[in-house]
């Protein structure tokens, strides 16, 4: 019986992965629109790590010419501080013009992420999205920006990330299908 048991949870630990695709290009150039999603500011307000290497990746593919605006999207979860506001300060901090970028300010999980950012999308006629996150987190954005989106793809800011990461990205991935299903 234990060995059963053993054998579900190897079985069903791998079902995430499946239902969850990656959606990753190896061209990163000819975009409409550069969509960041955000993730929780440091607790005195400044940069996280994490938000740091999203914008420092679509920074880099505003100056290469491969994005034309950049949408940042978050609004003030852990803390009070607005996620989009402070990653917007950062970009312009680098010298991108604040006319090129675009704030979703109300998303509070990755769905909604996707969800308000692609209304904006479709508001300013983009159709050309790439959208950066992590690595740790492209199968579950990816989960929800395929409900709202049709041509996208994603830049993971990195393909390594701290274990614990994709511990709590597995068990977020779990949480998701159990609200799809209990949604239907």
């Known amino acids: 019986m234990i060995i059963i048991i053993c054998l579900f949870f190897l079985f069903a630990s791998c079902y995430p992965y499946h239902r969850f695709p990656l959606y990753i290009q190896q061209t990163h150039q000819g975009y409409d629109v550069c969509i960041v999603l955000g993730s929780p500011s440091n607790t005195d307000g400044s940069l996280s790590h994490i938000q740091k290497q999203r914008m420092d990746h679509a920074i880099t593919l505003y100056q290469k010419g491969s994005i034309q605006k950049i949408l940042i999207s978050g609004a003030a979860v852990a803390n009070c501080f607005i996620e989009a506001e ?58 929800f920006a395929q409900k709202f989106l049709t041509d996208f793809t994603f830049y ?28 239907k």
């Open 86 to 143: 402070v990653m917007k300060d950062y970009a312009i901090a680098q010298n991108v013009p604040e006319k090129d970028i675009l704030l979703e300010k109300y998303a509070k999980n990755t769905y909604e992420n996707l969800k308000y950012a692609a209304d904006l999308c479709n508001k300013h006629h983009f159709s050309k999205i790439i959208i950066v996150t992590s690595g740790f987190h492209i199968r579950r954005a990816g989960f």
């Open 156 to 183: 993971p800011v990195s393909e390594k990330e701290n274990q614990r990461y994709f511990i709590t990205e597995y068990l977020r991935m779990w949480n998701t299908l159990y609200y799809e299903w209990k949604l």
